[in-house]
């Protein structure tokens, strides 16, 4: 029997490449060895973006279509909208009346959240209990492991205290402990060094045109030691060198050369990381185009997956609601 994953994105805008090199491309791997369920979590985004909800229903065809060109293969794994399964309201509600209030005020990546999100209005009820959602999704499918960030970390933790507590309330296994899946990968910074993402405005998307992209990466910060051609640079300090690495491995070591010995100037070495990278996003939206397409199969993808993940977890769910004498 393969072992489970699971894992979930929410829906709250196009994905980039810190998506693709951070989640996607790790995912995409993990379908020859586990048996895995990919989620789009629409609940989640909700809770941050209820002001806004417009742009999750814009954002989930458009990642799911990243997702299948990125190699998510709905014939190896499971595909499904959060909403469209609705166990996971069912184990949510139950996991919200035996976690304590504490361990979720301490969490911090709630704490976190606040802070860097003060313009949006998140201190609410729903949000506190972000990670208790999170825990359903997880043990709704009894995953066994979970391929996040680090930043998720303490959400794994959360998980596992919750089933433990579970467990130990009704003197049952029912849960096992799943397990964090963090990926190897160096993370990828955003145009102007600070972690990628779309609300620091610094990302470059899967889906951006050859001009968008290619005026981004002019725009990109560098080694701020290297002023003029002549200073000479530090490639393993620079984010423009690191995306060489991800996307154009075999045009690395000539412009750590060039940048070292102040041969070439920092406009030369961002135009062909554009050409580089274009060309590599270029299967992308290939891809991209030839799903956009074609409407019905992505339905046919999205209801599959809901039917298939539903099975599931409606097993857990009788068996949960057994346990707590509900209904
Ligand atoms: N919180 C995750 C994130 O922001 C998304 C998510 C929701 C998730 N449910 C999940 C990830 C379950 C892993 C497992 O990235
Ligand atoms: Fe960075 Fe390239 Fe400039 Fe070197 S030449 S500092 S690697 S952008």
Known sequence: MKKRILSGMRPTGRLHLGHLVGALNNWAELQEEYECFFMIADWHALMGEYENPSVISDSIVDNLIDWLAAGIDP?????????HVPQHLDLYMIFSCLTPLGWLERCPTYKEQLKQLSNRNIKTYGFLGYPVLQAA??????????????????????????????????????????EAL??????????????MSKSFNNTINLSDDPQVIKEKIQGMFTDPRRIRLSDP???????VFSYYKAFIPGRDKEVYLWCKGAQRGCTECKAILS???????KVHQDKRRAWLKDKAGLERILRDGSQKAGELASQTIRQVRQVVNIG
Request: proline residues 6%.
């Open 233 to 239: 640079g530090h490639p393993e300090e620079c984010n």
């Open 182 to 195: 963090l990926t190897s990968l160096p993370r990828l910074l955003g145009l102007d060094n600070r972690k």
């Open 275 to 281: 050409e580089g990278l274009i060309e590599y996003l």
């Open 75 to 83: 014939q190896k794994s499971t595909i499904f909208i959060q909403s």
């Open 137 to 178: 999704d997880i043990l709704l499918y009894k995953a066994d492991k979970v391929p996040v960030g680090e930043d998720q970390l303490p959400h794994l933790e959360l998980t596992r205290e919750i089933a433990r507590r579970f467990n130990s309330l009704y003197q049952q296994k029912i849960f096992s402990d799943p």
